[in-house]
């Protein structure tokens, strides 16, 4: 039975990047001192973590969890995103092909763990038809299994997404939004052969066949900063 268990949110900042190569070091080291400490403090925001994508993935996926989708529109994490740190100048400079997403919940099951699923899987599609809440409790459902520790089935905010701010105005960010995003947590030697590839039947197979152009992308867990407040 699929349902949100304490540990996750209801609203969710999903950035992929890459990053100019000379300056990943400056980058994680910027994201790891200052960035991430600054956005979990500030209040509604349960975590934040860090993944590196494999070979064909977007370099880097920046994700901060929160209470409520509101949370990323509320004045104080706007009030952030107006008044960036000259180190956070910086770095949004060296950010390339960036795209940023805010997304609400729609269905969950498992505990995220990424002590026991260093992998994350994510797989942003379009649907012809909107997807309700019971669709992406069914999709998922069909993902329980021993190797995936958690799963989550998010829709996209347009609304919020599209807020300008200061920060936006540095990095540029392009618009090629999907419409949903899943998250799967796992274990599986090959996640997207063991998850995507060989599944030809059940819920998840008939959705990812609704878009042609959907993007499946696998990350490792590189940093992750819970709010002390949590």
């Known amino acids: 039975m699929t349902g949100k ?19 990943v070091p400056q980058y994680r080291r910027w994201h790891n001192c200052e960035h991430m400490p600054e956005r979990v403090s ?21 994700m901060y969890e929160t209470e409520g989708v509101d949370v990323l529109e509320s004045p104080a994490y706007l009030r952030a995103l107006d008044r960036p740190t000259s180190w956070t100048q910086e770095a949004l400079t060296h950010f390339r092909n960036p795209l940023r997403g ?18 994350l899987l994510t797989i942003r599609l379009d649907s012809a038809a909107e997807i309700t809440a019971e669709q992406a409790e ?22 919020i997404a599209q807020i300008k701010t200061a920060e936006k105005a540095i990095y540029g960010e392009n618009n090629t939004y999907k419409r949903y995003l ?16 060989d ?32």
């Open 5 to 23: 268990t304490p540990n996750m949110g209801e609203g969710l900042m999903a950035f992929y990047s890459d990053i100019d190569e000379s300056y």
């Open 199 to 230: 599944r030809q039947d059940g819920a998840l197979a008939q959705l990812l066949k609704q878009d042609e152009k959907l993007l499946i992308d696998e990350y490792s867990i590189e940093y992750y900063l819970r709010s002390p407040s949590t």
């Open 42 to 62: 500030i209040p509604g925001f349960i975590e934040g973590r860090r993944y590196r994508g494999s070979e064909g993935a977007p370099g880097f996926l920046m």
């Open 182 to 197: 899943l998250f799967i947590e796992h274990s599986y030697m090959n996640g997207r052969k063991a998850i995507v590839d």
């Open 102 to 119: 805010i997304y609400r919940l729609l269905a969950a099951f498992g505990e995220s763990d990424f002590f026991a699923a260093t992998w």
């Open 138 to 159: 069914a999709v998922l459902e069909g993902l329980e299994d021993d190797n995936i520790s958690s799963a989550r089935f998010y829709e996209i905010n347009d609304h």
